[in-house]
């Protein structure tokens, strides 16, 4: 095989398996949008707060495969608190104040764990043994193996339980009708509660794959936000599986521009398909245009 285009699979492979980080925490944003029409501006705070639990779960003795789901609750917990105390109360008055309060959130979770846990970045443990996989000659490694297989199982998962449980059907049938699921014997409140609390525990759990590979530092998670914002615009809020496609196709873009171009123009790709997004179809490439009869 050309040693050419060994390099450049090389990097289209890496970078679209890391482009999974990316496809689960705009998964994240899909979960609360889809039940209450708003998304966590702080999901990237979430992701590094559920690192930095899951790390400190790990550093009092327990194995990593107990950490993870440790992680998980407390991620759940911090979804469900972001919503009662940033969301709701926005979201009754009618107005589009809780962009703002998420965001504000965000922060003093930065501070949080600044104070917590200290500015400087940490290994984060992990079972896994060190070295690659080679497939086709093309080098994979057991993180970037970890990261691919726990997003698609985490997605894989939820989507299952939307489906096949009383509570996943509860939350679908809010997000198709708040007011008729009402009238079913269905709290949307409470739909929308599970929603963003599902969605924090999925952003926990990003945050524990992710950390491997980033190290875990209040500032691990800013720049993943906003290319899982990016993933979620282009493919559209209605598609998990366009999220896929887009995550994919963004982080084998990031690392292609990066080895053709130069380092400086690895953040190029998201940027662009971000504004080609809005500006010329701003449901995204999966998702369905809305139709509003007057």
Not at 134 to 144: A, H, K, L, Q, R
Not at 202 to 230: D, E, H, N, R
Not at 245 to 254: C, K, N, P, T, V
């Amino acid at each position: 095989m050309n040693a050419d285009f060994l390099a450049l699979a090389q990097m289209a492979v890496g970078g679209g398996l890391m482009g999974m980080a990316y496809a689960l925490m705009a998964y994240g944003f899909q979960l609360t949008y889809t039940a209450g029409k708003s998304v966590n501006f702080g999901q990237g705070e979430l992701v590094m707060l559920g690192a930095f639990i899951g790390l400190s779960l790990t550093g009092i003795g327990l194995p990593y495969w107990a950490a993870v789901p440790g992680a998980m609750v407390a991620g759940a917990a911090l979804g469900w608190f972001v919503e009662r105390a940033a969301v709701r109360l926005a979201l009754q008055q009618r107005n589009e104040g809780w962009i703002l309060l998420t965001i504000i959130v965000g922060l003093f979770g930065v501070s949080a764990a600044e104070n917590i846990w200290g500015r400087d970045d940490k290994p984060f443990p992990v079972p896994w043994p060190e070295g690659a996989l080679e497939f086709f000659g093309i080098s994979v490694t057991w993180p970037e193996l970890v990261i691919a297989a726990g997003a698609l199982g985490m997605m894989a998962l939820v989507e299952l339980a939307k489906r096949y449980t009383m509570l996943g059907i509860a939350v679908q049938a809010v997000s198709a009708d708040p007011d008729s699921a009402e009238l079913c014997g269905i709290r949307s409140k409470s739909a929308i509660s599970l929603s963003w609390a599902v969605s924090g525990a999925a952003a926990a759990f990003a945050g524990t794959i992710i950390a491997p590979v980033t190290t875990v530092g209040p500032t691990m998670a800013a720049a993943l936000t906003l290319k899982a914002f990016s993933v979620a615009v282009v493919a559209g809020l209605d598609s998990g599986f366009g999220l896929v496609l887009a995550g994919i196709a963004l982080g084998s873009a990031e690392n292609l521009s990066g080895f053709l171009l130069g380092s400086g123009w690895r953040e190029a790709p998201g940027l662009i398909l971000l504004i080609l997004a809005l500006a010329l179809r701003p449901q995204g490439i999966f998702g369905k245009k809305i139709i509003r009869k007057v």
